[in-house]
């Protein structure tokens, strides 16, 4: 097991949602990167709204901090109104993109197919897909939370070659935003479920190198009991990746956990 968790370094992604404009987020990573500056232990990533991922790139320098996007189009190019290309991404410097959030099912509409169709635009871009999975309230009380997850994961990566990255991200849906997170032991649970689920589509030895994040409501009061789990591989952090001084204590406790 120790060599097992050797091979995956912890995952931190801050999710903005729909927040911030150009000059908060450049005056977020001024005050962001010199605190992470020591913390070599984990990978982090900010995925941005699109319309601010060009000046965090900038902002971010050389830093080792990795840009990503909240959502992207399966399509090329064409007339997609208001749609954006896996391309574009790349152009604006992304390496990863959130697909399948669960505001984007639940608000936006979108399906198990659209989500594995999006899934396989960034994995032929080359960038690295953050695949969300997650129950909501009725289907955990009506004990069908493996039973939503596992759909989830088999439609949401249906058909597809294990060729690069690809992160699951754990995402309870009543736990989101909601400051009720899940317990430390349930996250490691499901955790556990996805990764037997996951040996089952890929081979054995990629699935030892995935990570899986826990992700609702995740402070840097609550941290340390997920990213100490055996499958818990790092944290999506919403609300609380808004702060830098909070994102950046999320992730320097992530690094010793
Ligand atoms: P939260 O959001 O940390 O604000 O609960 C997490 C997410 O939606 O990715």
Not at 62 to 77: R, Y
Not at 188 to 215: A, C, D, N, T
Not at 236 to 253: C, Q
Request: proline share 4%.
């Amino acid at each position: 097991m120790k060599e097992v968790l050797a091979i995956r370094r912890k995952l931190l992604v801050a999710n903005w949602k729909m927040h911030k404009n150009i000059s908060e987020a450049q005056a977020f990573c001024r005050r962001f990167l010199p605190e992470i500056e020591e913390c070599d232990r984990a990978d982090i990533a900010i995925c941005p709204p699109f319309t601010l991922l060009t000046a965090v790139k900038g902002a971010l320098g050389s830093s080792k901090v990795k840009l990503g996007a909240q959502n992207l189009f399966w399509e090329e190019k064409g007339a997609y109104t208001g749609e954006v290309s896996p391309a574009m991404l790349l152009d604006a410097g992304c390496e990863m993109v959130i697909i399948g959030h669960s505001e984007r099912r639940h608000i936006f509409g979108e399906t198990d197919e659209m989500i594995n169709r999006k899934v396989k635009a960034a994995l032929r871009n080359k960038l690295i897909p953050i695949l969300c999975v997650g129950e909501t309230l009725e289907e955990r009380k009506k004990g069908q939370a493996e039973e939503v997850v596992k759909r989830q994961l088999l439609e949401g990566l249906r058909e597809l070659e294990y060729d690069g990255e690809i992160v699951i991200a754990y995402e309870p849906v009543w736990a989101i935003g909601t400051g009720v997170n899940a317990s430390p032991d349930d996250a490691q649970k499901m955790s556990f479920f996805i990764r037997q689920i996951l040996k089952g589509i890929f081979p054995e030895e990629k699935v030892l190198e995935m990570r899986i994040l826990y992700g609702g409501s995740v402070k840097p009061e609550n941290i340390t009991g997920f990213t100490g789990q055996p499958d818990v591989d790092g944290a999506l952090v919403g609300g609380a990746s808004l702060d830098p001084d909070s994102f950046a204590e999320i992730v320097r406790l992530s690094c010793y956990a």
